[in-house]
């Protein structure tokens, strides 16, 4: 298996500008989790879905944030208009729940940078 | 607010010796402490876990504690090599009531540098 697969894997904008990060899970996971790593604040949770509906989304910073995961094996997380506060790495998490299994799996990663 | 404090920030040791990183938590509601490691340029990767039924769970040369009473545990390294620089993160999780899946709260990450 390929592991979580991310998209891009770096990407540098403008101010103002729609970013679109995009994450393929583990085929067979049911939960997917978006997480924001900075230095400031760590890893933090913004979106977790659990086959394929928004479950919490309690991290989501901002209305500019909107996370979509149309089908099992895709999802994006869409930042409109980003700001250079949002510059961070974005990870994508996938799991399978099932009792006591607990594992996630992150991709490795999008840094984005917005000037 | 951080659910979940980590020390300390960095780490460094030689070759050999027994790095031991500490997290503490309050919300009683955590059910599962997971220890993530993260390589730069990489996300992070789950490396052992623990439940709160028990006190120690050991894989490999790593180690976890966990004190409940305290609220606290601790990740032990031995043998400590250089491939095991790393950032290390603890998380502690808690069940979502709407489905069977967990929030992961991670702790703020301790840079650990084992040198040769």
């Known amino acids: 298996d390929a592991g979580v697969i991310q998209s891009p894997r770096h990407e540098v904008t403008e101010m103002g500008q729609e970013v679109t990060l995009r994450c393929k899970p583990i085929s067979g996971h049911n939960s997917l989790f978006w997480y924001r790593q900075t230095m400031m604040r760590g890893l933090e949770l913004l979106i977790y879905f659990n086959n394929n509906v928004p479950i919490d989304d309690s991290g989501m910073p901002e209305d500019r944030f909107s996370a979509k995961m149309p089908n099992a094996s895709f999802s994006t997380l869409k930042i409109q208009p980003s700001e250079p506060r949002d510059s961070a790495v974005y990870f994508c998490?996938?799991?399978?729940?099932?009792?006591?299994?607990?594992?996630?799996?992150f991709g490795s990663g999008t840094q984005l940078s917005v000037l | 607010q951080q659910q979940v404090k980590q020390s300390p920030q960095s780490l460094i040791v030689q070759k050999g010796g027994i790095p031991i990183i500490n997290c503490a938590y309050e919300n009683t509601a955590f059910d599962y402490f997971p220890w993530y490691q993260q390589f730069p340029g990489k996300g992070p990767a789950l490396l052992i876990a623990i439940r709160p039924d028990v006190s120690e769970k050991k894989e490999g040369r790593f180690t976890i504690s966990f004190n409940k009473s305290a609220k606290q545990f601790s990740l032990h390294i031995m043998d400590s090599q250089p491939g095991d620089s790393a950032t290390y993160f603890c998380a502690a999780a808690e069940r979502f009531q709407e489905t069977s899946g967990s929030r992961l709260t991670f702790g703020e990450g301790t840079q650990l540098t084992v040198n040769p």
């Open positions: 998490a996938s799991s399978l729940v099932t009792g006591e299994s607990e594992k996630l799996f």
